[in-house]
């Protein structure tokens, strides 16, 4: 996958567009507990709004609520966050009490596309499409989180560790 934070979001998000694009049952259920597939889009186009926002005053569009249709409800959001990261809104410098001060692109791909990237696995297993994520990005994103596993566990965001074999692949270990 590509390392510029635009291009990267585009892969990423194009991986994740294919799989909405190929949902048929958006109530089916999604491996995160109590989540259905239309969930999975919901998280996404609802957190990172706010968060983009406390952290740099830039309000994305918003399209209809995952509720009523999720395929419209993300095409609105990730072309926002497309516009936003290809455009000149990409030099707002990202400020945010939690993160601290960073370039925006660079918070946008540490926070938000690692996102999309691990929800696209949720949103393909939920579907019933091919779950199989770029194995090098799921080593890099695995070397990213292992040093902070703690943090990221006592956060809330993530469950519990769940046990693998020594001999798992990336992906599977990453999940």
């Given amino acids: 996958l590509p390392s510029d934070p635009a291009e990267h ?20 259920p999604a491996p995160v507990a109590g989540w259905r597939a239309r969930d999975v889009v919901g998280h996404l186009v609802e957190w990172f709004p706010d968060f983009l926002n406390s952290g740099t005053g830039i309000v994305l569009d918003r399209g209809p609520s995952p509720e009523e249709d999720p395929v419209a409800a993300w095409q609105v959001h990730v ?27 660079t918070a946008i791909d540490r926070f938000y596309t690692s996102d999309v990237f691990m929800h696209t696995w949720d ?11 770029d194995p090098q990005a799921c080593a890099d994103l695995l070397a990213a989180m292992e040093p902070i596993e703690e943090v990221l566990r006592s956060s809330g965001q993530f469950g519990p560790a769940v046990p693998v074999p020594d001999d798992a692949d990336a992906q599977t270990r990453m999940l």
Avoid: I
């Fill in 9 to 28: 979001h585009r892969a990423v998000a194009g991986e994740f567009t294919a799989r909405v694009v190929g949902a048929s049952d958006w109530d089916a």
């Fill in 79 to 105: 072309d926002a966050v497309q516009r936003l990261l290809d455009g000149p809104a990409a030099s707002t410098p990202f400020q945010h009490p939690m993160v601290g001060e960073m370039p925006l692109p």
């Fill in 123 to 133: 949103l393909a297993r939920a579907t019933g499409q091919n779950e199989e994520l």
